[in-house]
């Protein structure tokens, strides 16, 4: 009952701050941290393996002293403004304990990977003057470095936990509306319904349904271990392996993270950190987002093709246009968020509208269903939007007022308290979801506070720059492997702003475009989770799918190839990314040839395409599809030439095999 309450508190106080605006911003980011401590130390206990039935004392200790702590930003916030600079022995004391707490909450709930490389970066902080030649620094004392991580907007309290406390949130407690309205159903229905008959439709199934869930989810390796679930045993149920179905199903899931609308909350860092619209976000990240899945399906067709897997029998398959019609109206509250994101508005102002899209649906259907009547339920549903609508006029306290109205309904209809224990148990949810997120976006502002303390992401940037002196290739490949190494074992959105605020800089001074640089790092970051030996994804579905992680994780490498090479293509050819302006005939030219690559790869790695390839077969095609990626002179000619002649011999051989 404690925890609920605490979890309950915590996101009617986001939803309170979203709407209202009651704090100011630093101390809105410190109540934020606090109330993630608490979650955690109540939630997690210190040890692997210890109890869950019951919260050690020491845990309530440091829950409590969390809290505490996080309100001394607010009680003080007077003082600390005017001492800003020059902290207190108290102040150090608070600030000394709330850095040390963060690392602690993150060690339980995501592991020792972020946490270390954290630690690495504050010791950096404290000794790095003692280091030799260009890696050491001036050298700051202790106050100065607990200053800038506990009570300035470069630390802990910095852009991430910004970002988690006013989007990021809404964002996870939007995915947790849908949920519990039946999204996931309607999106496995919707899958089933149009490839489960086809060629491996298992498997293809799981590419839709877990692609369309990664999109509004905030963590892929949550995806994983919800839509997988379902996926990864029908998969095995119809033939596929259990390494390549759980190689899917992480696949899937993660994609999701680089597919608009949502990106898993990282399309809003990246549009802050840039100070670019949204929507030039979503478009550089379309046409990759696509062909990132395209390459899965195709995949998963050449595996049922080399293995010879049917799909369900049609009359087994929903009927997706009935599911879409009986449960469309789950879409209202994404298509409206999405339409006010593109329209301009703020992610918060739009994520708050789509809660109340949501909670609106959820309440409204209960009354709706006890409403005999047709002509009386439009009259209703009218009355609702009517009211709703109002706040374009009058702003949220409408949208509230009609919620309220309808909470009231619902505990006098018959399934009306059912519903709002849905709503109340949305609400627990997401706060619990938020967790890793949150938590993560507050310790790597370590590393962001430390970087612009001690100004080393510079020093690193002029390393790379050094090397694209010579080569741009090898400078991208060195971004590629420090992407991958810091993104090992850490969540989505950390690895993101580690990895831009390390890498990004050194690639635009190398002539690549703003949103490229930054996406090239993300894409990376993504992949980080599916490449052993600390895949994330992988871990998570090898424990449904009962295979060795790293199996899956080899496996996962080889289906998301097009993560690997469409970031490279993009930077040598920016109308991949809808950069510069491109023509019509600029993209349609480099998606085509994204496209023939991704063809010839998927045949290569799989060893099958209309027949089985042998050896010199998928050397030949894997040699093609290279060419069309490396942006060298006269590659694409001999890559073109390379693939025709092996497409063309392919198809002669296989007809000889099937005419025998």
């Known amino acids: 009952m404690i925890l609920t309450g605490i979890a309950l508190a915590f996101s009617i106080y986001q939803l309170s701050v979203a709407a209202f605006h009651p704090l100011s ?10 109330f993630l401590l608490t979650l955690t130390f109540i939630l997690f206990p210190m040890r692997k393996g210890g109890r ?33 600079g020059d902290p207190s022995t108290l102040d150090l004391c608070v600030g000394t304990a709330m850095v040390l707490l963060v690392f602690e909450a993150a060690r339980r709930i995501l592991g020792l990977a972020l946490p270390t490389i954290c630690a690495v970066f504050l010791l950096y902080g404290l000794f790095g003057q003692y280091l030799p030649g260009d890696l050491a620094h001036r050298g700051y004392d202790f106050a100065q470095v607990v200053d800038q991580l506990a009570f300035g907007t470069e630390g802990l309290f910095g852009i991430p936990t910004m970002v988690s406390a006013m989007y990021i949130f809404l964002f996870v407690l939007f995915g947790a509306f849908l949920e519990h309205a039946g999204m996931i159903n309607l999106f496995n229905s919707v899958a089933l319904g149009f490839v489960g008959h086809t060629k491996g439709g298992a498997a293809k199934v799981a590419v839709v349904s877990s692609g369309l869930m990664g999109s509004i989810s905030g963590s892929g390796v949550a995806n994983v271990l919800t839509t997988g679930q379902f996926t990864i045993p029908l998969m095995k149920r119809f033939g596929y392996s259990g390494v390549f179905a759980g190689a899917v ?10 597919m ?22 979503v478009k550089a990240a379309l046409v990759p987002a696509i062909l990132y899945y395209a390459t899965v399906f195709w995949m998963v067709h050449l595996e049922a093709g080399r293995k010879n897997l049917d ?8 009927n997706p246009w009935r599911a879409m019609r009986e449960q469309w109206y789950l879409i209202l509250p994404l298509a409206g968020l999405v339409g006010m994101l593109f329209n301009g508005f703020t992610p918060m102002y739009s994520g708050m509208v789509g809660l109340a899209l949501c909670a609106i649906l959820i309440l409204g259907a209960a009354v709706a269903a006890r ?18 609508s109002l706040l374009i006029k009058w702003g949220v306290y409408p949208v509230l007022m009609v919620i309220a109205a309808l909470v009231v309904l619902c505990l006098f209809v018959q399934g009306g308290r059912q519903t709002l224990t849905v709503m109340r148990n949305s609400l627990v949810d997401g706060a619990k ?16 506070g430390i970087l612009t303390l001690t100004g080393a992401a510079s020093n690193f940037a002029g390393f790379i720059l050094k090397v694209g002196e010579d080569s741009l290739f090898i400078s991208l490949l060195l971004t590629m492997l420090i992407c991958l190494l810091l993104g090992m074992g850490i969540p989505t959105i950390p690895n993101y702003i580690i990895t831009s605020s390390i890498a990004a800089p050194a690639l635009l001074e190398l002539g690549v475009p703003l949103i490229v640089s930054h996406m090239f790092v993300f ?8 490449t052993p030996p600390v895949a994330l994804a992988a871990f998570a579905a090898s424990s449904v799918a009962k295979e060795p992680a790293m199996k899956i994780g080899i496996k996962a490498v080889q289906i998301a190839i097009a993560g690997f090479v469409v970031p490279f293509m993009a930077v040598y050819d920016n109308a991949l990314m809808l950069q510069g302006d491109p023509s019509v005939l600029a993209v349609v030219y480099i998606v085509g040839k994204a496209l023939l690559a991704i063809t010839l790869w998927g045949a290569a790695s799989i060893g099958y395409l209309r027949a089985p390839l042998s050896v010199w077969e998928r050397i030949w095609a894997a040699a093609a599809a290279f060419m069309l990626v490396a942006a060298l002179p006269l590659t694409d000619e001999i890559g073109f030439a390379a693939c025709a002649s092996f497409i063309g011999w392919h198809l002669l051989r296989s007809r000889r095999l099937l005419a025998a």
């Not at 020491?58 to 930003?73: E, I, K, R, T, V």
């Not at 890793?436 to 962001?448: D, N």
């Open 25 to 34: 911003s630093l101390v809105m980011r410190a109540l934020h941290v606090g």
């Open 52 to 84: 869950l039935d019951r919260v050690a004392p020491g845990d309530w200790l440091l829950a409590g002293a969390a809290f505490l702590l996080a309100c001394y930003q607010w009680v003080y916030e007077v003082e600390l403004i005017q001492r800003a």
């Open 249 to 258: 199903e992480a696949t899937a899931s993660m994609g999701g993270q680089i």
């Open 260 to 281: 608009p609308p949502v990106m898993g909350a990282v399309a809003f860092i990246m549009a802050e950190n840039l100070n670019v619209p949204y929507i030039e976000i």
């Open 311 to 318: 799909g369900l029998a049609k009359a087994d398959c929903p």
């Open 371 to 388: 409403i005999s009547g047709t002509a009386f339920r439009f009259v209703f549903w009218l009355a609702v939007g009517l009211g709703a």
């Open 433 to 448: 979801q938020a967790l890793p997120v949150g938590v993560a976006c507050a310790i790597v502002g370590v590393i962001i």
């Open 523 to 530: 894409y990376f970051g993504i992949m980080a989770d599916l």
